[in-house]
């Protein structure tokens, strides 16, 4: 069945820290991939997305991600975690010939000083 | 960027009433617009896409005559529940397009039903 899944439901780190969420998703051909950040009060904000070309992918606030289409792969980095960085993520597909969005579960960050 | 707006953010209804919430694109325009559904804890369930000018497509398993669409112009979608029950309690949010693949997102409306 087609999916996206985010193993990780809630992660905590220490400010300063590196982060990694994670993303996988199953379907026939290569998506449109996205992520997305949704704070309290807030709309979800994209942080960036993949369509094709380069596999690591440059998003806003310090946040990357590299699609590895071997491993059906997603995953979102930031090197160094700020504590405003604290807020559910969402990984999200596209099917290809589709313009509907699948969203994961979310993972919840949560970040200490 | 884009701004989506949804009104209101929070209603609280009682059982057996309809609510109304809206979503607009204030910046842009908008010939599709999405509605999801957030369940606690859970990911945001596409309900319909809305074009504007003609019928909403449902997702399997929404009912068109309980989540009522109107898209009538390129910056104004409503989302009616109709005959609210508690079960209908949950997170709304929209989205419109501006442009393929770029979906905006509103901030959502918090529907309680009492």
């Known amino acids: 069945a087609q999916s996206v899944t985010q193993p990780d439901i809630h992660i905590t780190v220490s400010e300063g820290a590196s982060l990694e969420l994670r993303c996988n998703y199953s379907?026939?051909?290569?998506?449109?991939l996205f992520w997305y950040v949704q704070s309290p009060g807030q709309g979800l904000q994209l942080l960036l997305k993949?369509?094709?070309?380069?596999?690591l992918v440059q998003g806003i606030k310090g946040f990357e991600a590299e699609f590895k289409r071997s491993q059906s792969s997603f995953n979102l980095r930031k090197p160094s975690v700020h504590w405003s960085d604290a807020a559910e993520y969402f990984c999200?597909?596209?099917?290809?010939?589709?313009?509907?969005?699948?969203f994961g579960t979310g993972t919840r960050l949560q970040v200490f000083p | 960027g884009a701004v989506v707006s949804q009104h209101p953010s929070r209603v609280i209804c009682k059982s057996g009433t309809s609510v109304k919430i809206e979503c607009r694109s204030l910046d842009f325009q908008a010939t599709t617009m999405f509605w999801y559904r957030q369940f606690p804890k859970k990911s945001l369930m596409l309900m319909a896409t809305s074009n504007e000018g003609s019928k909403a497509t449902y997702e399997q398993g929404v009912e068109k005559d309980k989540f009522l669409i109107n898209h009538a112009s390129l910056t104004l979608s409503t989302l009616t529940v109709t005959s609210a029950h508690p079960e209908d309690s949950s997170f709304y949010i929209c989205?419109?397009?501006?442009?393929?693949?770029?979906?905006?997102f509103g901030p959502g409306t918090r529907l309680t039903v009492t």
């Open positions: 993949y369509f094709s070309g380069d596999t």
């Open positions: 999200a597909v596209e099917p290809e010939n589709t313009d509907k969005l699948i």
């Open positions: 989205s419109a397009e501006e442009g393929p693949n770029e979906q905006y």
């Open positions: 379907y026939g051909a290569t998506p449109y």
